[in-house]
């Protein structure tokens, strides 16, 4: 079965400071696709990032990067000189190839409180 | 586009009242999701369908019922609500069922509380 689990409930940071939010995925299958989502304070849903299996480079944008560790089974997620406007709930969510009609597996979500 | 459009925003029952949470999506999206959001749980999949006529249960089903008789339409029914089914419910869509799982399009999202 697979499985997300984001070990970090909260993180509380200063503005401006470097902050890695983890995410450590499960699967059987060779074929899968990792996700990152964001939930602001308003409440609402809003996709930050898809990568498959296949694809172990590292993302660049903005100031937000993703490392992706197939040996390690990780999907983590770094925020550079964060602001007060990335406060919010950050979820990883894995969909296999297999089970793609199944929709996606979340982990609990990560709690970011980025203090002024 | 509008997207993804849930109503109401906001709703509460009384135990054992029925409901319709009702979700559309005009982006002729095949495939369409119930998720609910529990504090500490992230999000749990409800039901599923991959195209009209069709829907399959997902990891969280008992309770609730789906049907999808349209491509735009995926409406969510609460028989007879609990407190257990207090929760924000998000509808999601997506292109190509069946096809590598493109980001889904989340809508709004409904607060449920029974009382």
């Known amino acids: 079965a697979q499985k997300v689990t984001q070990a970090q409930t909260e993180i509380s940071v200063v503005e401006k400071e470097d902050v890695t939010l983890d995410c450590v995925y499960e699967?059987?299958?060779?074929?899968?696709?990792l996700f990152w989502y964001k939930q602001p304070p308003s409440g609402e849903l809003v996709f930050l990032i898809r990568?498959?299996?296949?694809?172990?480079q590292n993302e660049i944008s903005g100031r937000y990067s993703w490392n992706f560790q197939k040996s390690t089974s990780s999907f983590n997620f770094t925020i550079t000189a964060s602001q007060v406007v990335d406060s919010a709930v950050y979820f990883c969510a894995l969909s296999e190839q297999g089970r793609g009609a199944d929709g996606l597996t979340f982990g609990k979500g990560t709690h970011l409180i980025i203090q002024p | 586009n509008a997207g993804v459009t849930q109503t109401p925003k906001f709703q509460v029952l009384k135990t054992g009242q029925s409901m319709t949470l009702q979700c559309a999506q005009d982006?002729?999206?095949?495939?369409m999701s119930w998720y609910r959001q529990d504090p500490g749980m992230g999000l749990r999949l409800i039901h599923y369908s991959v195209g009209a006529g069709i829907t399959d249960q997902g990891e969280v089903p008992n309770g609730y019922n789906v049907s999808r008789s349209t491509t735009e339409d995926f409406p969510l029914r609460l028989l007879s609500a609990a407190p257990s089914q207090t929760s924000v419910y998000f509808c999601?869509?997506?292109?190509?069922?069946?096809?590598?799982?493109?980001?889904?399009?989340f809508g709004p999202g409904t607060r449920l509380t029974v009382t």
């Open positions: 999601a869509s997506r292109p190509l069922a069946g096809a590598p799982p493109y980001e889904q399009y």
């Open positions: 982006m002729n999206h095949e495939y």
């Open positions: 990568r498959n299996s296949f694809d172990e």
């Open positions: 699967t059987r299958d060779t074929t899968y696709y």
